[in-house]
């Protein structure tokens, strides 16, 4: 009895043993497992960049030389030389409030907003900000001598930009000893 008793046991330690063995090996499988596709997902099985980056510049090399045959084909273009021009920088400046005032003999008022346009340097714009208040009350005189009728003539914005334009530069000529505006242009123009 003593004899079966320890078969029994050791039957029982035996089947133990097999069932601690069998799950350590479960546990190394299932690391085994995760660590490969880890390392599959992270690209560590990838080609080298060295290896990618020479199949890339195969591939270009096989389309351009695809390319190149497609081009053979056609006639060549001639391609015109486009003649050298020296162009001045234009340099715009608003002036930064707008003017209003009165139109002759009317109760109607004028507001304009004036910009102007130089092929000069920024000395013409910093003149202009040094003489602002010269430069805004000749251009008030101006438009108080406008009238209702001279406001219908199709030409009147034009001729009226280049009034101001040669006040402007009749200010600055005699305070700077250069005028340098090109053009006048109205950012606002409103008759009310």
């Known amino acids: 009895m003593a004899d079966e008793q320890l078969d029994d046991e050791e039957k029982k330690g035996g089947k133990g043993l097999i069932k601690i063995i069998l799950i350590v090996v479960a546990v190394l499988v299932l690391v085994g497992v995760t660590v490969g596709a880890t390392l599959f ?20 090399e096989t389309e351009a030389e695809a390319a190149a045959a497609v081009t053979a084909t056609q006639p060549a273009k001639i391609q015109l030389a486009a003649p050298q021009i020296e162009k001045f920088e234009t340099v715009y400046y608003e002036l930064e409030r ?6 002759a003999n009317s109760r109607k008022v004028m507001q304009v907003k004036v910009a102007i346009m130089t092929h000069y340097d920024e000395q013409v714009v910093s003149n202009i900000e040094k003489h602002t208040f010269a430069i805004r009350s000749a251009i008030m005189d101006l438009m108080r001598q406008v ?4 406001l ?3 030409s009147f914005r034009v001729e009226f930009a280049e009034d101001i334009r040669l006040a402007m530069n009749s200010i600055l ?6 005028g340098g505006i090109e053009q006048v242009y109205f950012s606002e123009f409103i008759v009310q």
């Open 173 to 178: 000529e005699e305070n700077e000893d250069f």
């Open 152 to 154: 219908e003539e199709p």
């Open 41 to 60: 997902f992270t690209g560590f099985f990838d080609p080298a960049p060295e290896e990618a980056a020479e199949a890339q510049i195969q591939q270009i």
């Open 147 to 150: 009238s209702e009728q001279r």
């Open 98 to 103: 707008e003017m209003i005032a009165n139109l």
